[in-house]
């Protein structure tokens, strides 16, 4: 038999007590579905979702227990030994789990496959290359450009909002938005960062981190010195060298 692991799949039967991770109460299973394993967790009653496996009488007694340090009642053990078959395991996915007796290995479905093997024969992004250690060359002469936060944007939103108080939070935000694209303001402004010529090279040499207007900083050695440049800068002028 299949161990189950996570980033495998599990068949969850019909009928099976499924947890929501979130707010919520437990419920059936109302079909039997195979879903992707996202982790693998203890519900053992060291942990903090012990007490989810509990009807509502025995979970008062145990939160009675645990808060004045006293033995947990042997009968509320022996329920949860019954319920877990001994295998004090759960088995999370989207939103929900379920305990790992409940479930079965099961393998990907057709459709998790035909993604997996489309991905393999898609060629890798420049972004996707662009790791530690790689080297890139400028294919053409350009002006490289990047974006930084403007200074005058938190200023005029707040005189905005504040103008505008009266009105309800949703429609505040956006008649707040659509004054400031009326009046030309964003949060950043992209500026000249220098010139570059066909033939030069650089190397990334970090991770690259967030930027700007949700763009990636890309840390290199350019020039025998360390820059932080803009991927989206970079990305139209330049071509892998190794």
């Known amino acids: 038999m299949s161990e189950i692991q996570q980033g495998g799949y599990i068949r969850v039967p019909k009928g099976t007590t499924v ?3 979130g707010d919520g109460v437990q419920s059936q299973s109302a079909r039997e579905q195979v879903v992707k394993v996202k982790r693998i967790f203890d519900v ?7 007490y989810l496996l509990l009807p509502d009488d ?3 007694r145990y939160f009675e227990a645990s808060g004045g340090n006293r033995t947990i009642d042997p009968d509320i053990l022996e329920f ?3 319920l877990t078959r001994g295998d004090y395991r759960a088995v999370e996915w989207t939103g929900k789990w379920a305990l790992i007796g409940d479930v079965q290995h099961a393998e990907a479905p057709a459709s998790a496959k035909n993604r997996k093997e489309t991905a393999k024969d898609k060629p890798l992004t420049k972004l996707q290359q662009m790791v530690r250690g790689s080297v890139w060359r400028f294919t053409q002469d350009a002006e490289l450009r990047y974006k930084v936060g403007n200074p005058a944007y938190a200023g005029v939103r707040d005189d905005i909002q504040n103008s505008l ?4 939070s949703h429609a505040r935000t956006l008649a707040v938005e659509e004054k400031l694209n009326e ?6 402004i992209d500026q000249p960062w220098g010139r570059v010529k066909a033939g030069e090279t650089f190397t990334v040499i970090g991770k690259l981190t967030s930027g700007y207007a949700g763009g990636q900083d890309v840390p290199t050695m350019f ?3 360390r820059f932080t440049l803009p991927y989206s800068s970079l990305e139209p002028f330049i ?3 190794s």
């Open 80 to 82: 949860t030994d019954r």
């Open 44 to 50: 053992d009653v060291k942990s903090d979702s012990f």
């Open 19 to 21: 947890y929501p991770t």
């Open 58 to 60: 025995m979970r008062l």
């Open 239 to 241: 071509e892998l060298v």
């Open 223 to 225: 020039r025998g010195e």
């Open 183 to 188: 009046l030309g303001i964003v949060d950043f």
């Open 165 to 168: 108080r009266q009105l309800p």
